[in-house]
Protein backbone atom coordinates (compact mmCIF):
# COMPACT_ATOMS: atom_id res chain seq x y z
CA UNK A 1 0.00 0.00 0.00
CA UNK A 2 1.06 3.62 -0.51
CA UNK A 3 1.85 5.19 2.19
CA UNK A 4 0.20 8.25 1.27
CA UNK A 5 -2.87 6.23 0.80
CA UNK A 6 -3.04 4.66 4.57
CA UNK A 7 -4.98 6.65 7.30
CA UNK A 8 -3.79 9.38 8.83
CA UNK A 9 -1.62 8.22 12.83
CA UNK A 10 -3.75 10.30 15.25
CA UNK A 11 -1.71 12.79 18.06
CA UNK A 12 -0.02 11.26 21.12
CA UNK A 13 -2.85 11.20 23.23
CA UNK A 14 -5.90 11.91 20.99
CA UNK A 15 -7.56 8.16 22.08
CA UNK A 16 -9.73 9.94 24.59
CA UNK A 17 -11.31 12.73 22.54
CA UNK A 18 -13.10 12.98 19.58
CA UNK A 19 -11.73 14.00 16.43
CA UNK A 20 -13.98 17.41 15.36
CA UNK A 21 -13.30 19.67 12.31
CA UNK A 22 -13.83 23.96 12.69
CA UNK A 23 -16.80 25.38 11.27
CA UNK A 24 -15.57 29.02 12.35
CA UNK A 25 -13.73 31.34 13.68
CA UNK A 26 -15.01 34.67 15.22
CA UNK A 27 -12.62 37.48 16.32
CA UNK A 28 -14.63 39.76 18.67
CA UNK A 29 -11.87 41.53 19.73
CA UNK A 30 -7.85 41.56 19.54
CA UNK A 31 -8.10 39.19 22.07
CA UNK A 32 -11.50 37.67 22.63
CA UNK A 33 -12.85 35.08 19.99
CA UNK A 34 -15.39 32.08 19.51
CA UNK A 35 -14.81 29.12 17.72
CA UNK A 36 -17.53 26.97 16.36
CA UNK A 37 -16.90 22.99 16.45
CA UNK A 38 -18.75 20.27 14.33
CA UNK A 39 -18.16 17.35 16.85
CA UNK A 40 -19.94 14.10 17.76
CA UNK A 41 -20.18 14.66 21.70
CA UNK A 42 -22.70 12.90 24.12
CA UNK A 43 -25.27 14.86 24.96
CA UNK A 44 -25.04 17.78 28.17
CA UNK A 45 -26.87 19.71 30.17
CA UNK A 46 -26.56 23.55 29.80
CA UNK A 47 -23.90 25.42 31.67
CA UNK A 48 -21.56 22.59 31.79
CA UNK A 49 -18.02 22.57 29.93
CA UNK A 50 -16.12 20.60 27.13
CA UNK A 51 -12.49 19.70 26.89
CA UNK A 52 -10.87 21.04 23.63
CA UNK A 53 -7.52 19.33 22.67
CA UNK A 54 -4.87 20.10 20.27
CA UNK A 55 -1.70 18.21 19.40
CA UNK A 56 1.35 19.66 21.34
CA UNK A 57 4.87 18.16 21.79
CA UNK A 58 4.51 14.69 22.48
CA UNK A 59 1.23 15.51 24.02
CA UNK A 60 -2.28 16.96 23.61
CA UNK A 61 -2.81 20.34 24.91
CA UNK A 62 -6.13 20.22 26.74
CA UNK A 63 -8.45 23.70 28.50
CA UNK A 64 -11.78 23.41 29.28
CA UNK A 65 -14.51 25.70 27.72
CA UNK A 66 -18.14 26.06 28.19
CA UNK A 67 -20.89 25.54 25.82
CA UNK A 68 -22.21 28.65 24.49
CA UNK A 69 -24.64 26.64 22.39
CA UNK A 70 -27.86 24.85 24.22
CA UNK A 71 -27.56 21.47 24.06
CA UNK A 72 -29.87 21.31 20.98
CA UNK A 73 -27.81 23.51 18.79
CA UNK A 74 -25.38 22.82 16.29
CA UNK A 75 -22.17 23.25 15.39
CA UNK A 76 -20.44 23.81 19.49
CA UNK A 77 -19.41 26.64 20.59
CA UNK A 78 -16.96 28.34 22.63
CA UNK A 79 -16.01 31.37 23.80
CA UNK A 80 -12.53 31.99 25.00
CA UNK A 81 -10.03 34.92 25.64
CA UNK A 82 -6.20 34.26 23.96
CA UNK A 83 -3.10 34.06 26.42
CA UNK A 84 0.05 35.52 25.14
CA UNK A 85 1.86 32.73 26.39
CA UNK A 86 -1.23 30.41 25.93
CA UNK A 87 -0.31 26.51 24.60
CA UNK A 88 -3.64 26.40 23.64
CA UNK A 89 -5.08 29.70 22.72
CA UNK A 90 -2.17 30.93 20.83
CA UNK A 91 -3.08 27.36 18.22
CA UNK A 92 -6.89 28.09 18.39
CA UNK A 93 -6.56 31.21 16.98
CA UNK A 94 -4.57 29.82 13.72
CA UNK A 95 -7.16 27.33 12.92
CA UNK A 96 -9.73 27.74 9.66
CA UNK A 97 -12.65 26.26 9.11
CA UNK A 98 -12.11 22.30 7.84
CA UNK A 99 -9.02 21.78 9.86
CA UNK A 100 -8.80 19.06 12.77
CA UNK A 101 -9.72 20.02 16.81
CA UNK A 102 -10.13 17.29 19.30
CA UNK A 103 -12.99 17.21 22.11
CA UNK A 104 -13.60 15.04 24.94
CA UNK A 105 -17.09 13.07 24.14
CA UNK A 106 -18.77 13.76 27.47
CA UNK A 107 -19.46 17.40 28.96
CA UNK A 108 -18.19 18.01 32.38
CA UNK A 109 -19.65 20.76 35.55
CA UNK A 110 -22.09 21.59 37.64
CA UNK A 111 -22.89 24.91 36.78
CA UNK A 112 -26.54 23.52 35.50
CA UNK A 113 -29.72 23.89 36.96
CA UNK A 114 -30.37 20.56 38.08
CA UNK A 115 -29.30 21.13 41.28
CA UNK A 116 -30.71 24.75 41.78
CA UNK A 117 -34.41 25.26 43.41
CA UNK A 118 -37.18 27.20 42.25
CA UNK A 119 -37.64 30.86 43.16
CA UNK A 120 -38.94 33.90 42.16
CA UNK A 121 -35.80 34.99 40.34
CA UNK A 122 -32.67 33.63 38.80
CA UNK A 123 -29.71 35.66 38.16
CA UNK A 124 -26.64 34.58 36.58
CA UNK A 125 -24.14 36.78 36.68
CA UNK A 126 -20.52 36.30 34.94
CA UNK A 127 -17.28 38.26 34.15
CA UNK A 128 -15.92 38.54 30.56
CA UNK A 129 -15.73 34.96 28.50
CA UNK A 130 -17.62 33.66 31.85
CA UNK A 131 -20.97 34.44 30.11
CA UNK A 132 -20.93 31.61 27.81
CA UNK A 133 -22.39 28.83 30.13
CA UNK A 134 -25.38 31.33 30.82
CA UNK A 135 -26.40 32.34 27.23
CA UNK A 136 -26.35 28.28 26.55
CA UNK A 137 -28.84 27.91 29.90
CA UNK A 138 -31.01 31.08 28.48
CA UNK A 139 -31.35 29.34 25.05
CA UNK A 140 -33.50 26.35 26.97
CA UNK A 141 -36.82 26.25 28.03
CA UNK A 142 -35.90 25.26 32.13
CA UNK A 143 -35.46 28.81 33.00
CA UNK A 144 -38.68 30.20 31.89
CA UNK A 145 -40.65 27.67 33.21
CA UNK A 146 -39.33 27.93 36.71
CA UNK A 147 -38.55 31.68 37.57
CA UNK A 148 -40.70 34.74 36.68
CA UNK A 149 -37.38 36.82 36.09
CA UNK A 150 -34.23 35.83 35.02
CA UNK A 151 -31.38 38.76 34.75
CA UNK A 152 -27.98 38.29 33.02
CA UNK A 153 -25.37 40.40 34.41
CA UNK A 154 -22.02 40.61 32.05
CA UNK A 155 -19.27 43.14 33.81
CA UNK A 156 -16.43 43.99 31.10
CA UNK A 157 -13.22 46.44 31.29
CA UNK A 158 -14.64 48.00 28.04
CA UNK A 159 -17.90 48.33 26.07
CA UNK A 160 -16.39 46.81 22.92
CA UNK A 161 -16.44 43.13 24.90
CA UNK A 162 -19.94 43.18 25.47
CA UNK A 163 -20.32 40.20 22.91
CA UNK A 164 -22.79 38.05 22.04
CA UNK A 165 -25.23 40.99 21.76
CA UNK A 166 -27.41 39.60 18.62
CA UNK A 167 -28.24 36.59 21.30
CA UNK A 168 -28.70 38.91 24.00
CA UNK A 169 -31.38 40.91 22.02
CA UNK A 170 -32.81 37.78 20.35
CA UNK A 171 -33.06 36.68 24.09
CA UNK A 172 -34.74 39.96 25.28
CA UNK A 173 -37.16 40.24 22.29
CA UNK A 174 -38.41 36.55 22.72
CA UNK A 175 -38.80 36.59 26.37
CA UNK A 176 -39.86 40.07 27.19
CA UNK A 177 -40.10 41.48 30.49
CA UNK A 178 -39.03 38.13 32.00
CA UNK A 179 -35.45 38.92 30.70
CA UNK A 180 -33.26 41.36 31.96
CA UNK A 181 -29.69 42.14 30.86
CA UNK A 182 -27.16 44.44 32.91
CA UNK A 183 -24.03 45.14 31.33
CA UNK A 184 -21.44 46.45 33.61
CA UNK A 185 -18.25 48.38 32.08
CA UNK A 186 -15.16 49.36 34.88
CA UNK A 187 -12.83 51.21 32.78
CA UNK A 188 -14.79 53.76 30.59
CA UNK A 189 -18.29 55.86 30.85
CA UNK A 190 -20.91 54.83 29.06
CA UNK A 191 -24.74 55.96 28.69
CA UNK A 192 -26.53 52.30 29.30
CA UNK A 193 -23.81 49.95 31.68
CA UNK A 194 -23.57 50.31 35.12
CA UNK A 195 -20.22 51.30 36.28
CA UNK A 196 -17.48 49.45 38.70
CA UNK A 197 -17.44 45.88 39.95
CA UNK A 198 -20.84 43.81 40.46
CA UNK A 199 -20.28 43.05 44.42
CA UNK A 200 -20.12 46.63 45.03
CA UNK A 201 -22.87 47.33 42.57
CA UNK A 202 -24.95 45.00 44.95
CA UNK A 203 -23.99 46.43 48.58
CA UNK A 204 -25.06 49.85 47.34
CA UNK A 205 -27.96 48.73 45.93
CA UNK A 206 -27.50 49.94 42.25
CA UNK A 207 -28.16 46.62 40.45
CA UNK A 208 -31.20 45.97 42.00
CA UNK A 209 -32.29 49.41 41.20
CA UNK A 210 -31.46 48.87 37.49
CA UNK A 211 -33.89 45.40 37.46
CA UNK A 212 -36.18 46.17 39.70
CA UNK A 213 -36.41 42.47 41.76
CA UNK A 214 -35.21 42.12 45.28
CA UNK A 215 -31.67 40.04 45.74
CA UNK A 216 -33.19 38.23 48.99
CA UNK A 217 -32.92 35.01 50.46
CA UNK A 218 -36.63 33.99 50.38
CA UNK A 219 -36.81 35.28 46.45
CA UNK A 220 -33.92 34.43 44.34
CA UNK A 221 -31.24 32.02 42.85
CA UNK A 222 -27.74 33.14 41.98
CA UNK A 223 -25.52 31.87 39.63
CA UNK A 224 -21.77 33.34 39.87
CA UNK A 225 -19.27 32.56 37.32
CA UNK A 226 -16.05 34.60 36.33
CA UNK A 227 -12.53 36.05 37.69
CA UNK A 228 -12.39 34.65 41.33
CA UNK A 229 -11.98 37.88 42.98
CA UNK A 230 -15.13 38.80 41.42
CA UNK A 231 -17.06 35.19 42.33
CA UNK A 232 -15.18 35.59 45.77
CA UNK A 233 -16.53 39.17 46.48
CA UNK A 234 -19.80 38.71 45.28
CA UNK A 235 -20.54 35.83 47.58
CA UNK A 236 -19.49 37.51 50.78
CA UNK A 237 -21.67 40.31 50.09
CA UNK A 238 -24.59 37.72 49.42
CA UNK A 239 -23.87 36.03 52.24
CA UNK A 240 -23.82 38.96 54.11
CA UNK A 241 -27.53 39.05 52.93
CA UNK A 242 -28.51 36.21 54.38
CA UNK A 243 -28.10 34.14 51.50
CA UNK A 244 -25.95 30.62 51.84
CA UNK A 245 -23.59 28.47 49.08
CA UNK A 246 -26.01 25.99 47.50
CA UNK A 247 -25.06 22.34 48.13
CA UNK A 248 -26.83 18.90 47.52
CA UNK A 249 -27.48 18.31 51.32
CA UNK A 250 -28.00 21.41 52.52
CA UNK A 251 -29.58 23.42 49.64
CA UNK A 252 -28.94 27.20 49.14
CA UNK A 253 -29.33 30.19 46.70
CA UNK A 254 -25.46 30.88 45.81
CA UNK A 255 -24.23 28.58 43.02
CA UNK A 256 -20.48 29.59 42.13
CA UNK A 257 -17.39 28.67 39.65
CA UNK A 258 -14.73 30.07 38.85
CA UNK A 259 -13.15 30.74 35.20
CA UNK A 260 -9.89 30.05 35.59
Known sequence: MNPADT???????????VEGRVVALKPWTERLYSIQVDAAVEPFRAGQFGRLALPGEGEMIVRPYSFVNAPFERPLEFYFITLANGPLTQRLVKLVPGDPIWIAPRASGFMTLADIRDADSLWLLSTGTAIGPFLSICKTEEPWRRFQKVVLVHAVRY?????????????AERRGSQFAYVPFVSREDTDFALK???????????LETRVGVPLTAESCQVMICGNPEMVSDTSQVLEARGLKKNRRKDPGQITVENYW
Not at 159 to 171: C, G, H, K, N, S
Open 196 to 206: GRVPQAIEDGR
Open 7 to 17: PAARPAGAAKF
Open 159 to 171: ARELTYQDTVRAI
